[in-house]
């Protein structure tokens, strides 16, 4: 499966943050694949079938087209032309985390972008949803911290409680996370779990 990533920064997309050519990096002669962000290492934690990781785009540089037009949310907007450069770059999904930073509005947009991008590309598999309100407050999720998601700066939490702030340690969390612990009241981290396990299910694609 060939998954296109889209996110809100180099924490998210790690090695995808600007264009698939930034993924590697030249030491000598040979050519080396840059980290991975926080995105790209929980879907490999998640998933049951092999996964093809294309590219990915930060959020603020997704582009508008004419396919766009008519909508008139920008989040809204913003899914739409993720899953379209997806479809361009022949992926079979889009997979994204957008924060919610407070704003509740945001939310409902993002979900219209879901609902609109599902109607316009049903070739591709849309996973994504919000992190509240940072996806900082899904790694102290699963450092095992209830209520995180109740902090409206996580990564200041995460940074002052635990000394985390660079890419490689965020993305370590969730590679030594108990996925099946995490606290029952990380609302939006679960149900994007649920959203990936129910889209990417083995056999269904």
Same mark, same amino acid.
């Given at each position: 499966?060939?998954v296109?990533l889209?996110?809100?920064?180099k924490?998210e997309l790690g090695?995808f943050?600007?264009d698939?050519?930034?993924?590697?990096?030249r030491r000598?002669?040979?050519e080396?694949e840059?980290e991975?962000?926080?995105?790209?290492?929980l879907?490999?934690r998640?998933?049951k079938?092999?996964i093809?990781?294309?590219g990915?785009?930060?959020?603020h540089?997704?582009p508008?087209g004419?396919?766009?037009?008519g909508?008139?949310r920008a989040e809204t907007?913003?899914?739409?032309? *993720?899953?379209?450069d997806?479809e361009?770059a022949?992926c079979d999904?889009?997979i994204?985390v =957008? !924060? %919610?930073? +407070?704003d &509740?509005?945001?939310?409902?947009?993002?979900e219209?972008?879901?609902?609109?991008?599902?109607?316009r590309?049903p070739?591709?598999l849309?996973?994504?949803?919000?992190?509240?309100?940072?996806?900082e407050?899904?790694l102290?999720a699963? *450092?095992?911290?209830h209520?995180?998601?109740?902090h409206?700066?996580p990564?200041e939490v995460? =940074? !002052? %409680?635990? +000394?985390? &702030?660079?890419?490689?340690?965020k993305?370590r969390?969730?590679?030594?996370?108990s996925l099946e612990?995490?606290?029952?009241?990380?609302?939006?981290?679960?149900?994007?779990?649920?959203?990936f396990?129910?889209?990417?299910?083995?056999?269904?694609n």
């Amino acid at each position: 499966m060939r998954v296109f990533l889209g996110g809100e920064g180099k924490d998210e997309l790690g090695r995808f943050c600007h264009d698939p050519a930034y993924a590697v990096e030249r030491r000598g002669r040979r050519e080396v694949e840059k980290e991975p962000g926080i995105l790209e290492t929980l879907i490999n934690r998640l998933k049951k079938t092999p996964i093809e990781f294309v590219g990915g785009l930060v959020w603020h540089r997704i582009p508008k087209g004419r396919i766009t037009r008519g909508i008139h949310r920008a989040e809204t907007r913003n899914v739409v032309g *993720l899953v379209l450069d997806a479809e361009d770059a022949r992926c079979d999904a889009a997979i994204f985390v =957008r !924060d %919610r930073d +407070g704003d &509740e509005n945001r939310e409902a947009d993002v979900e219209e972008g879901i609902r609109v991008a599902k109607e316009r590309f049903p070739a591709v598999l849309i996973v994504g949803g919000m992190a509240i309100e940072e996806i900082e407050a899904w790694l102290l999720a699963m *450092l095992g911290e209830h209520k995180s998601e109740r902090h409206a700066h996580p990564k200041e939490v995460l =940074r !002052d %409680r635990q +000394g985390i &702030e660079t890419t490689a340690q965020k993305s370590r969390v969730v590679e030594e996370a108990s996925l099946e612990n995490l606290p029952g009241d990380a609302d939006s981290l679960h149900r994007w779990i649920d959203r990936f396990e129910s889209a990417l299910a083995p056999g269904d694609n």
